[in-house]
């Protein structure tokens, strides 16, 4: 079945710690996203990738980076500068022609020890 | 730019009861609307979509919801609820140009159903 993968479901990060979130699709989708999602906020877009070696900036990335070197992976990183990155996280991809809906990972819940 | 409202934070409707969960936009040309569904812990299921043409849009589960434009709004309904429609239900506005495929979402209604 086709689908995306998000791993792990969850992750501790202590203090000064940098961690990485994995998602890999075989929807042969050539977008990508991170999402954030807080309770009572709805989903917050940290990066976006529309096409490999290449992404651009959501409306929260500061603390946050990526990588696409591959059309089925798009890592995020969250970094320690990243002041509270307590928060559920959670990975789609589109194809792009049409605004085609974004299909959805099952999420990964960070927590900071 | 583009944003989603949807005004109501927690409904609760009791089991076989209608439904109606509302959505309003703003967006400078034709919206690309979208509505899915969020079980605690998982991540987002698409419900349906509207793209064009008939303003009535029909989806899984017995769901469908209604563009209108004049009131920028596209409320999701369904006639009878059941107890496993209990959920978080977010509404989406895509973007095109050189955004061309975001989503912007909305803050997400939470349903609980009574027995």
């Known amino acids: 079945d086709g689908g995306i993968t998000q791993s792990p479901k969850y992750l501790f990060r202590k203090e000064g710690q940098n961690v990485t979130l994995s998602c890999e699709q075989n929807?042969?989708?050539?977008?990508m996203y991170w999402y954030r999602q807080d309770p009572g906020q709805g989903l917050r877009l940290i990066y976006y990738?529309?096409?490999?070696?290449?992404?651009q900036k959501g409306d929260i990335a500061e603390g946050y980076s990526v990588s696409r070197e591959k059309k089925e992976s798009f890592p995020l990183t969250v970094t320690s500068a990243q002041k509270n990155p307590t928060a559920f996280y959670l990975c789609?991809?589109?194809?792009?022609?049409?605004?085609?809906?974004?299909?959805f990972g099952d999420g990964t819940r960070l927590s900071i020890l | 730019a583009q944003s989603v409202t949807q005004p109501d934070i927690h409904i609760t409707v009791s089991e076989g009861a209608s439904l109606e969960l509302r959505c309003n936009y703003s967006y400078g040309a034709t919206p690309y609307l979208f509505w899915y569904v969020q079980s605690p812990g998982q991540g987002l299921q698409l419900l349906l979509k509207?793209?064009?043409?008939?303003?009535l849009v029909q989806g899984i589960k017995g769901f469908e919801a209604e563009f209108k434009r004049s009131q920028s709004s596209f409320n999701l309904r369904k006639p009878s609820v059941h107890w496993s429609d209990a959920a978080e239900y977010f509404c989406?506005?895509?973007?095109?140009?050189?955004?061309?495929?975001?989503?912007?979402f909305g803050q997400g209604t939470i349903l609980t159903v009574h027995p």
């Open positions: 990738s529309q096409i490999v070696n290449d992404f």
């Open positions: 989406a506005v895509g973007s095109g140009g050189t955004s061309y495929g975001k989503l912007t």
């Open positions: 509207y793209f064009s043409g008939d303003t």
């Open positions: 929807l042969n989708h050539d977008a």
């Open positions: 789609a991809s589109s194809i792009i022609a049409g605004n085609q809906p974004q299909h």
